[in-house]
């Protein structure tokens, strides 16, 4: 049986209270553990040798540090009906709505308004935020990228765990649909920061200037990204 494959089935008899995964890397010098916000999990990084019983300990050493660190996380907000999530910052509460001649989702007056059947309103709500989302922080995307004499060649939004956004060299941005779910202002860095890309394709000295250029107050928003990011990954759990 492969370490990894053996060290999971060890790993399930410790009884973590959270699900444990384990990844292999060539790159690592030592064990060490990892807290995924957005499954409210561990993850163990390994060497590529490394003995299977040393392993098991590390994590029975460390048990207090992940049930301290799991309990920490803030408690998962399901998209359901009396839920509050933020809308550009500004929280807003879900409601069913009865008139079955009104959109199917509407946000206004500090609600988001769904109609239909209850059991589709966690998804609808969710595909509606994913279209604001596209829609929003598309159109600031191609404003500023024409400032800067560049194009935007397509927006995407998926639901990465580890980034907020992405350039490729094609020029095609890609966002988290949970941005929507920030202040306006951390949305115009974030934004910022991919439109930048179009120009640097790194992190350099020239790039982190473009971005100053382009949106004020870079380091607020990155601080506010920080502080926030397992509050972002809590909803729609």
Same mark, same amino acid.
């Given at each position: 049986?492969?370490?990894?494959?053996?060290?999971?089935?060890?790993?399930?008899?410790?009884?973590?209270?959270?699900?444990?995964?384990?990844?292999?890397?060539?790159? *690592?010098?030592?064990?060490?553990?990892?807290?995924?916000?957005?499954? @409210? =999990?561990?993850?163990?990084?390994? /060497? !590529? &040798? +490394?003995?299977?019983?040393?392993?098991?300990?590390?994590?029975?050493?460390?048990?207090?540090?992940?049930?301290?660190?799991?309990?920490?996380?803030?408690?998962?907000?399901?998209?359901?009906?009396?839920?509050?999530?933020?809308?550009?910052?500004?929280?807003?509460?879900?409601?069913?709505?009865?008139?079955?001649?009104? *959109?199917?989702?509407?946000?206004?007056?500090?609600?988001?308004?769904? @109609? =239909?059947?209850?059991?589709?309103? /966690? !998804? &609808? +709500?969710?595909?509606?935020?994913?279209?604001?989302?596209?829609?929003?922080?598309?159109?600031?995307?191609?404003?500023?990228?024409?400032?800067?004499?560049?194009?935007?060649?397509?927006?995407?939004?998926?639901?990465?765990?580890?980034?907020?956004?992405?350039?490729?060299?094609?020029?095609?941005?890609?966002?988290?649909?949970?941005?929507?779910?920030?202040?306006?202002?951390?949305?115009?860095?974030?934004?910022?920061?991919?439109?930048?890309?179009?120009?640097?394709?790194?992190?350099?000295?020239?790039?982190?200037?473009?971005?100053?250029?382009?949106?004020?107050?870079?380091?607020?928003?990155?601080?506010?990204?920080?502080?926030?990011?397992?509050?972002?990954?809590?909803?729609?759990?």
């Amino acid at each position: 049986m492969p370490l990894h494959d053996s060290l999971e089935t060890r790993l399930l008899a410790l009884d973590l209270g959270a699900p444990l995964t384990v990844r292999v890397s060539p790159r *690592a010098r030592r064990v060490s553990l990892r807290i995924d916000a957005a499954e @409210r =999990g561990v993850e163990l990084v390994v /060497p !590529r &040798r +490394v003995a299977i019983n040393d392993c098991l300990r590390f994590v029975s050493a460390h048990r207090g540090w992940i049930a301290a660190r799991i309990a920490a996380l803030p408690a998962p907000v399901r998209l359901i009906e009396g839920a509050v999530v933020p809308v550009m910052g500004v929280p807003h509460r879900i409601r069913r709505e009865l008139d079955k001649t009104a *959109a199917t989702v509407t946000i206004a007056d500090g609600e988001i308004r769904v @109609r =239909g059947d209850p059991a589709h309103l /966690p !998804r &609808r +709500v969710r595909d509606h935020l994913t279209g604001l989302v596209k829609q929003e922080l598309g159109a600031r995307a191609r404003t500023l990228a024409a400032g800067i004499g560049k194009s935007v060649a397509r927006v995407g939004v998926r639901d990465p765990k580890s980034r907020w956004g992405s350039c490729s060299s094609k020029g095609t941005l890609s966002f988290s649909w949970r941005l929507v779910l920030a202040p306006e202002a951390v949305i115009d860095y974030v934004v910022a920061h991919e439109v930048a890309h179009l120009v640097e394709m790194n992190h350099g000295p020239r790039f982190w200037r473009l971005v100053a250029t382009l949106v004020p107050d870079a380091q607020a928003a990155r601080a506010w990204l920080r502080r926030h990011r397992t509050d972002l990954l809590a909803y729609g759990a």
